[in-house]
């Protein structure tokens, strides 16, 4: 595994780069790939991690934050580990380098890369066996983990391999509204609404390509996300979701709701969105 020190990272946004050991190019890491008990990255701390060529340069995976002997005891009396100093200067890093991996603005879903944060997010469900909740049309509602995923060129037509009561099944994101995992279960049930009309009579799923499906323009989700916007989703069910975006990937779109909850919906089950400016 490689070596490196974590040059910059944003923790609302869950994303950074990595100054690898021995230098070459830096490393883009995100939240989702960081496994071990720690996961709480701060600028100047040492990292191992496997590294593969992503579509716009190198792709940190299987990220372990190395902790000293007193930051480990630290953590084990239950204290707060103090950021570190680096002497690496965070101006340095310059927007347009991060705005070329989170915004993919010439990109649309049939063509994204595979590492973006979609796929992220899934592998590390799957690496943990985490237990998920996943709802499809007609309100199916059911609790599963994710045993594998086949990605495909066109991002909406990717599928789940799931792990159902003990049955393997499988569902593509055109067939699937959304997922969380099961530790937000009751918080989200607390969240959840419904538009009454649409709920008597659903919209159904228009044919095509995902940019002639979708009732909105990703660019609009990128500003809201940037600028801490938070936005109100209407399902093609009647559900309603209200939260700020902490990703958008080539078919989904995840959401942070009011009272922390986290919710990610395939953009393909979404009628409506409205950008709650404030």
């Given at each position: 595994?490689?070596?490196?020190?974590?040059?910059y990272?944003?923790?609302?946004?869950?994303?950074?780069?990595?100054?690898?050991?021995?230098?070459?190019?830096?490393?883009?890491?995100?939240?989702s790939?960081?496994?071990?008990?720690?996961?709480?990255?701060?600028?100047?701390?040492?990292?191992?991690?496997?590294?593969?060529?992503?579509?716009?340069?190198?792709?940190?995976?299987?990220?372990?934050?190395?902790?000293?002997?007193?930051?480990?005891?630290?953590?084990?009396?239950?204290?707060?580990?103090?950021?570190?100093?680096?002497?690496?200067?965070?101006?340095?890093?310059?927007?347009?380098?991060?705005?070329q991996?989170?915004?993919?603005?010439?990109?649309?879903?049939?063509?994204?890369?595979?590492?973006?944060?979609?796929?992220?997010?899934?592998?590390?469900?799957?690496?943990?066996?985490?237990?998920?909740?996943?709802?499809?049309?007609?309100?199916?509602?059911?609790?599963?983990?994710?045993?594998?995923?086949?990605?495909?060129?066109?991002?909406?037509?990717?599928?789940?391999?799931?792990?159902?009561?003990?049955?393997?099944?499988?569902?593509?994101?055109?067939e699937?509204?959304?997922?969380?995992?099961?530790?937000?279960?009751?918080?989200?049930?607390?969240?959840?609404?419904?538009?009454?009309?649409?709920?008597?009579?659903?919209?159904?799923?228009?044919?095509?390509?995902?940019?002639?499906?979708?009732?909105?323009?990703?660019?609009?989700?990128?500003?809201?996300?940037?600028?801490?916007?938070?936005?109100?989703?209407?399902?093609?069910?009647?559900?309603?979701?209200q939260?700020?975006i902490?990703?958008?990937?080539?078919?989904?779109?995840?959401?942070?709701?009011?009272?922390?909850?986290?919710?990610?919906?395939?953009?393909?089950?979404?009628?409506?969105?409205?950008?709650?400016?404030?």
């Open positions: 595994m490689s070596k490196g020190v974590i040059k990272y944003n923790e609302e946004k869950g994303y950074g780069f990595i100054a690898q050991e021995g230098g070459g190019a830096d490393v883009f890491m995100h939240s790939s960081i496994t071990g008990p720690y996961d709480q990255p701060r600028v100047g701390q040492r990292v191992r991690f496997n590294v593969k060529e992503g579509k716009k340069g190198l792709v940190g995976h299987d990220i372990e934050l190395l902790l000293t002997a007193i930051e480990k005891r630290w953590l084990s009396q239950g204290k707060n580990l103090i950021p570190r100093e680096s002497v690496l200067n965070q101006q340095n890093v310059t927007t347009n380098i991060f705005q991996w989170i915004d993919d603005d010439n990109s649309s879903g049939s063509d994204r890369g595979k590492n973006d944060f979609g796929t992220l997010y899934i592998e590390k469900q799957i690496r943990y066996e985490v237990p998920m909740f996943f709802a499809t049309y007609q309100q199916e509602l059911f609790g599963a983990t994710i045993l594998n995923f086949t990605r495909n060129p066109k991002d909406i037509e990717s599928v789940f391999v799931l792990d159902v009561n003990g049955k393997r099944r499988e569902y593509s994101k055109q699937i509204k959304y997922y969380y995992k099961t530790e937000d279960a009751q918080l989200i049930e607390k969240l959840r609404l419904f538009e009454k009309d649409i709920q008597a009579n659903p919209v159904s799923v228009p044919i095509g390509d995902l940019e002639d499906i979708i009732p909105f323009d990703p660019k609009d989700l990128q500003e809201a996300r940037r600028g801490v916007i938070p936005i109100k989703i209407v399902l093609r069910e009647g559900e309603i979701f939260g700020q902490d990703w958008v990937s080539g078919a989904e779109i995840k959401l942070v709701l009011q009272n922390g909850a986290k919710i990610v919906a395939c953009q393909v089950a979404i009628h409506e969105i409205d950008i709650l400016m404030p």
